[in-house]
């Protein structure tokens, strides 16, 4: 799984596609094959197996990771160079409203979490980055579903605004 904000705000991040596909890498959704990227999260992997070891696969997969996280902190750099007054106002909203609402759909806490995350990134926000991850996951509606047998989406927003509190 990847972060990457600075790649889809510049709408770099079809380009990305494109070369990831002629390594045999693919940048899908969160959520796998055929899953829009919520919150600037993408999955990597592979799908050229044949005739490779892990160990090349790993390999390749790798250092294509490390390509990805140098161009998207060097355009992540270029943003806040150039609007960050801007991203600083994008941040603190997000953490602001992540904070302080009531209830908060899925998207919109995945949403405003990737911003919460850049924050910290940036060193605009102190929190952890292990909260933020823990809230990924715990936010999410199979979770809710299935840690706290919260079915309808109303009830499942409230709670999820709950542990944002807590956790942020």
């Not at 160990?55 to 160079?81: G, M, P």
Request: aromatic letters at 4%.
């Amino acid at each position: 799984m990847l972060h990457l904000p600075a790649l889809t705000m510049t709408k770099r991040i079809g380009h990305m596609l494109n070369s990831v596909g002629k390594l045999g890498l693919t940048i899908r959704g969160m959520y796998g094959e055929g899953t829009e990227a919520r919150g600037c999260l993408y999955q990597l992997s592979n799908q050229v197996t044949l005739g490779m070891t892990d160990e090349e696969i790993l390999t390749k997969v790798n250092s294509v990771i490390d390509q990805i996280v140098s161009i998207e902190t060097k355009l992540r750099d270029d943003i806040l160079k150039a609007n960050e007054t801007e991203i600083k106002n994008r941040v603190m909203r997000a953490y602001g409203i992540l904070k302080n609402s009531y209830s908060l759909t899925s998207e919109e806490a995945i949403g405003y979490l990737s911003d919460v995350r850049l924050g910290k990134a940036f060193g605009i926000i102190d929190t952890e980055y292990k909260n933020i991850s823990t809230l990924l996951v715990k936010g999410s509606p199979a979770c809710l579903i299935s840690e706290e047998g919260l079915k309808e989406p109303d009830a499942r927003d409230k709670r999820r605004a709950i542990l944002f509190k807590e956790l942020l």
